[in-house]
């Protein structure tokens, strides 16, 4: 790369999201200082994309930003967490101004949507990856984990499943969507819409949660493990678009991938809350779809029960 690293981040990755009052230190040194806020803790998690890998080669940069950012801020959503500093590496196979121009001004829009601050990082010269590591904010002990779900618990998603594994799969010439539809698939895929409305409603209501990267059975059955549960999925209420339900595609939904919708456990005595956000976040529908059982992981297809002990999860692109 001709621009040296310094000049890359002064010019295209400086001034990133939105200052936070707890800052004490940001670009510009060896290392970001932060205060975390007394009564709160530090959630903090890390993702690296991979061209080819993790998304395909014409992905465009700006998509690229946002995604990047966007399934880190869905680990915040899962964990009922607030956003706030997050870091940047990335490496790029040469200096591409357009490119990086394109990259940094969608990282910085999705930066102040959620009021964040980029308090470092680095650049380096290679094949192209972004890793971005982000730090959020949580009430002392108010955080939700996997571990939580409780017999006879509700087993609730946010959003449609499977679109995002529709549009990757037309991406690849492995199906072929209408035109009214595809569109809306790779956009599913290329900006994901982290769920982090959702942190108030899993911090009062909900007893786990994850967020759906490589797919419902294999991102759910996490929460059974680490809860030592069992679960029911039913393939009917699954909240999937009418291409996947006229088509029985069900699998794109069931173990697709890269959705970035938010699947929790919910007491039962809980559901006139959930119906009541129902009622004022149709952008944000919640969907029960099953329930947790004393044991065993099972889907009800058809008056059918099956077992998914051997179901086959989301691939990454490329893999």
């Not at 990755?13 to 939105?18: A, E, K, V, Y």
């Not at 730090?135 to 499943?161: E, F, M």
Request: hydrophobic share 40%; charged share 20%; aromatic share 8%.
């Amino acid at each position: 790369m001709r621009s040296s690293e310094f000049s890359l981040i002064e010019r295209y990755f400086r001034d990133t999201g939105l200052n936070q009052k707890s800052t004490i230190l940001s670009q510009g040194d060896d290392a970001a200082v932060i205060q975390v806020p007394t009564g709160y803790q530090l959630v903090t998690s890390i993702d690296t994309l991979i061209e080819g890998v993790h998304f395909p080669e014409s992905t465009a940069a700006a998509d690229i930003a946002h995604k990047a950012l966007a399934v880190n801020l869905s680990d915040l959503a899962a964990m009922a967490a607030t956003p706030a500093w997050f870091l940047l590496s990335i490496s790029l196979p040469d200096t591409n101004e357009k490119w990086l121009e394109e990259f940094s001004q969608s990282l910085k829009s999705l930066a102040q949507q959620y009021q964040m601050e980029l308090i470092g990082g680095d650049t380096c010269q290679g094949l192209l990856s972004v890793t971005i590591q982000v730090n959020g904010l949580v009430r002392k002990n108010q955080y939700v984990t996997r571990s939580g779900a409780q017999l006879d618990d509700l087993i609730v998603v946010s959003g449609q499943l499977g679109n995002a594994a529709l549009g990757l799969a037309h991406l690849q010439g492995k199906t072929k969507l209408p035109e009214t539809l595809d569109s809306e698939c790779i956009n599913a895929l290329n900006r994901p819409v982290p769920r982090l409305c959702l942190a108030d409603f899993l911090r009062k209501y909900a007893t786990a949660s994850i967020d759906l990267s490589d797919g419902l059975v294999g991102d759910l059955r996490h929460i059974v493990d680490r809860s030592r549960v069992g679960a029911m999925i039913y393939r009917d209420r699954l909240p999937v678009g009418e291409w996947i339900e006229t088509n029985s595609l069900y699998d794109y939904a069931l173990g697709g991938g890269d959705d970035y919708e938010l699947c929790f456990t919910l007491p039962e005595k809980h559901l006139d809350q959930l119906n009541d956000w129902n009622r004022d976040n149709q952008d944000c529908f919640l969907s029960v779809i099953g329930e947790i059982t004393e044991s065993g992981y099972y889907l009800t297809e058809n008056q059918k029960i099956i077992d998914l002990e051997s179901f086959q999860g989301y691939q990454h692109f490329g893999e």
